[in-house]
């Protein structure tokens, strides 16, 4: 079974200082882990993806996160927040288990407000 | 190219009612995925299909849920006898196959909000 936490379920932090949104993760199998975003009224976007070629993971709108085994962790970070950046985001993980088919389990969410 | 095109995007139903949910997947990608995001649960996944199979039903909350894909491209998810508590956006989401690496990565649709009145 695999089961995703966010540690936070939301986060302030003002324009132009750094982003740290935590997730921790449990696994049966080898997983694939994603950050995606959700705007309001919007889709879900894929923000980036790790899937054991490197554990840091550099994805879109200078988001990156990185992958820790010991600490079965999977942080998402940018160095300096936008206005724009305000959105819920989901720490993702999916088992590399055929039989699964690579159904996604999410984490409950944290939601990021920008302060100007 | 299109995306992940789901209709309607709103639908208010009363109690008791079926309704029928669209998702038009990207074009040829062989998975599709529904998932459900209502307030008390958070996003929780439904049902998977590869082609017209479905090999992953396990998320599906009751019997009162089904769901069909005809032609490896459409589904339809269908609530019979519609309860409050199916109140939720619905979200479809297609990935090119479901093994490999690039594969799997899935993209989504912009949902269906569904109020049961």
């Known amino acids: 079974a695999q089961s995703v936490t966010q540690l936070d379920s939301h986060v302030s932090v003002s324009e132009g200082t750094p982003v740290l949104l935590r997730c921790n993760y449990s696994s049966s199998y080898s997983p694939s882990l994603f950050w995606y975003v959700q705007h309001p009224n919007k889709g879900l976007q894929l923000l980036l993806k790790y899937t054991s070629a490197a554990t840091l993971v550099k994805g879109i709108n200078g988001f990156e996160a990185e992958f820790k085994k010991s600490e079965t962790s999977f942080h998402l970070t940018k160095p300096s927040a936008h206005m724009s950046d305000a959105a819920e985001y989901f720490c993702?993980?999916?088992?590399?288990?055929?039989?699964?088919?690579?159904?996604?389990?999410f984490g409950g969410g944290t939601r990021v407000l920008v302060k100007p | 190219g299109a995306g992940v095109s789901q209709s309607p995007s709103n639908k208010v139903t009363e109690k008791g009612k079926d309704v029928e949910l669209r998702c038009d997947p990207i074009?040829?990608?062989?998975?599709l995925y529904w998932y459900r995001q209502s307030l008390g649960q958070g996003l929780e996944f439904l049902i998977y299909f590869q082609g017209n199979s479905a090999p992953d039903k396990s998320g599906l909350p009751s019997d009162r849920f089904s769901a069909e894909r005809t032609g490896g491209s459409v589904s339809t998810l269908t609530i019979q006898r519609t309860q409050q508590e199916d109140s939720a956006v619905y979200l479809c989401a297609s990935s090119l196959g479901s093994s490999g690496v690039a594969k799997n990565i899935q993209y989504f649709g912009a949902g269906t909000r569904l109020s049961v009145l």
């Open positions: 993702v993980v999916s088992d590399r288990n055929k039989a699964a088919g690579n159904k996604l389990t």
């Open positions: 074009s040829g990608h062989t998975a």
